[in-house]
Nanobody, 117 residues
Framework: QVQLVESGGGLVQAGGSLRLSCAAS????????MAWFRQAPGKEREFVAS??????YYADSVKGRFTISRDNAKNTVYLQMNSLKPDDTAVYYC????????????WGQGTQVSVSS
């Protein structure tokens, strides 16, 4: 497992942008698939995006608006969020798993993103 710490959340108006960061511990960061999930009040946690090498996936709800990227030299994964909507309001979590694993077993503490209309 790796230790994950998110940052970059905040309050933004609809149409605005935020960039989330997730710093990871460990010397094998590049071998992990990294992902962002989110959980809105009263809803289940949902997948947002993931990245491993050049394999990137997005939830349909964020395609074209959000971009996931990583800097293996800095052990950091990012989520650039543009054209934010009130429906994007949630706690955003960073997660990690080994590429051959079937589940994410390392999670950050979460960072709040609030989008006002």
């Amino acid at each position: 497992q790796v230790q994950l710490v998110e940052s970059g959340g905040g309050l933004v108006q609809a149409g605005g942008s935020l960039r989330l960061s997730c710093a990871a511990s460990g010397r094998t960061f590049s071998s992990y698939r990294m992902a962002w999930f989110r959980q809105a009040p009263g809803k289940e946690r949902e997948f947002v995006a993931s990245i491993h090498s050049k394999n990137i996936y997005y939830a349909d709800s964020v395609k074209g608006r959000f971009t996931i990227s990583r800097d293996n030299a800095k052990n950091t994964v990012y989520l650039q969020m543009n054209s934010l909507k009130p429906d994007d309001t949630a706690v955003y979590y960073c997660a990690a798993r080994r590429e051959l694993s079937t589940s994410y077993d390392s999670w950050g503490q979460g960072t709040q993103v609030s989008v006002s209309s």
